[in-house]
C-alpha cells in the first residue's frame, strides 16, 4: 500500500515537473458591428445617440487587440460573451475571420447580444465550433475544454432558451458542477467563464442592476465554490473589478471561496482587457490589466472613452432611477410614503426629479467604479461629498412639497433623512471603498481590481481564515501579498496548515 502511494506521488510529481506557466488574453464584451454595416452621417449619429459603447470604434478596437495578441502570442484568448453588437450574421463572419487570421487557441461563450433571428442557437454552436469545448451541454452553449494541461474552462452559457436574461436550467447547473467535480477529482484547476456576473461587487448591486447577473447568482456562485471552481471569469457590466466571497459549509470547517474577476468592454472606458499567468504548479493565478490607448483615428483613446461615458452614460440612468425608486418604496415604510405626496406620481415625473439633483453625480460614480481601485481615484472624495449634498437637495425639496403637517413635519424630516442615507451609504461606500456593508457579512471585495496574485489552492492544501488572534506562520492577503502583524477580523491566508475555528 505504501509503496503504491510513494508510486502514486511521484508520478504526480512528475506531472506536475512538465507542466509550465500559460498565459490567457481576457477580451469582454467587444460589441463588434461589421464595417460593411456601419451607419454613416446622420444615421451613424442617430445610433450612437443613446450609446454608453463606442460601437462606432467596435472594429478598429477588435483589431487592435488582435495585434496585441499577434504580438505578444498568449498561449489562450478568452472572449465572455457579446462578441458582437446585435447577433448580426455579418459580424460574427467578421470575428471569427479575425480569430482564424490570428491562429491563437481561442474559447467564446455568448452573450445577449450574440444570439439573434438569424443566428441562432444552432447557428452559433456551428460558427464557433472551433472555439467552444468538445464536451458540451445539451440544453445550452455550456461546455468544458482542457486548452492545457491542468487547466479546464468551464464555460457558463446563460443565454440559451432565455431570451437573454441570464438563466440556468437546474439540468444545466447539475451538469457543470458534475463536469467540475470530474475535473477537480483528477486534480486539475478548474477556471468558470460566463457572460453574467455571480455574484455582487457592491451592496444592493442585485437589487440596483439585477440585469447584470444570473437569475440565482449567489447561490450558483457558492455552489462553484463547494465544487471547487474558486475563480470565475465574467464581463456583461463593462467593469472591471474583483470581488472575493467566502463560503462556510455545512458539513465542514473549511472554508470555500469564490474570486469573480469580471473585465470592462474596450469600447467603455477605460477600455480595458486582462492577462492572465497560470503558474505551472496550478496553484496560483497572476492578473494584470492593460488597455487601448490609442486608435488609427484617436490618439489620447483614455482621454475620449471618458468624455463619452460622462456624457453618454447619463441615458442609462432613467431605468436605475425607476428601479431605486421601486427599492425605496419597497423598504420604506408605507406609512411615511403615504406622507410624502410631493414625490412624483409617474415614473417620468421621478426620473425627471432623480436626473435633476443627481444624475451627473451618478454618472460619475460610474466612471470611478469602471476605472476600478477606486479608493485611489483622486476625484473620490469631491464624487462622494457631492453625492451626499445632491441627495439631500432632492429629499428637501420632496419634504417642501408634500402636504405635511406642521406639527410632525420635524418629526417626518428627520425620519426620511435618516432611513435615505441608511440605505444609500453602504451603497456608496461599498463602491467607493471597495468594501460590502449591510447584505451580505460574509462578502469581502479585494480591493485591487486591476492586478495581484489569485491563491487558488483548496482548503485542504491551505487555509483562509478571519484572524482571532496573532498566530505563528507565515500569512498572506487574499490576493497573495505576505502580511505581517495580522490584525484581528483580517481576513488572511495562513501556509502553516493550521485551521482556526470559526
Partial sequence: MKKGLIIGICGALLSLSALRAERVMVIADPHVLAPELMPEGEALDAMMAKQRKMIDLSPAAFEALMDTAAAYRPDLLLIPGDITKDGEPESHAWVTAQLQALGIPTLVIPGNH?????????????????????????ESHSYVAEPFPGVVVLAIDGVRGNAGTGELSENTLNWLLAQADAAVAQGK????????????????????VSACQLKDAQTIAQQM?????????????????????????????ELDSLVEVSTGSPITFPCPYRWLEIAADRQTI??????????????????????????????????MSARAWSKVE????????????????????????????????????????SEGNEPTQPEKKAVVDSLQVHMMALLQEVLDSSSLNPITRPIIEEAVMTLSFQMVQPVIESITEDQTTGTNPAYTNVTDDLEGVLRVHTPSEQGIFMIEETEEGQAYDVLGRPVHNAQRGQVIIYHNHKYIEQ
Avoid at 286 to 313: F, V
Wanted: some cysteine.
Fill in 114 to 138: 450574440d444570439l439573434s433571428a438569424t443566428i441562432t442557437d444552432a447557428a452559433f454552436d456551428a460558427l464557433y465550433a472551433d472555439h467552444m469545448g468538445a464536451i458540451r451541454d445539451t
Fill in 286 to 319: 497572476s492578473l494584470q490589466t492593460d488597455y487601448l490607448t490609442t486608435l488609427d483615428t484617436i490618439e489620447d483613446l483614455y482621454s475620449y472613452s471618458r468624455a463619452w461615458m460622462a456624457e453618454h452614460t447619463l441615458s442609462i440612468i432613467p431605468s
Fill in 225 to 253: 465554490a463547494q465544487h471547487k471552481v474558486h475563480v470565475v471569469l465574467t464581463g456583461h457590466m463593462h467593469v472591471g473589478d474583483v470581488s472575493t466571497a467566502f463560503y462556510h459549509p455545512a458539513s465542514s470547517t
Fill in 330 to 369: 419597497a423598504l420604506a415604510p408605507a406609512s411615511i410614503m403615504t406622507m410624502l405626496d410631493g414625490i412624483p406620481s409617474t415614473d417620468d415625473g421621478r426620473t425627471e426629479l432623480f436626473m435633476r439633483h443627481m444624475g451627473t453625480d451618478v454618472a460619475n460614480l460610474y466612471l470611478l467604479h
Fill in 189 to 208: 484547476l478548474v477556471i468558470g467563464m460566463c457572460h453574467w456576473q455571480l455574484m455582487d461587487h457592491f451592496d444592493q448591486q442585485s437589487n440596483i
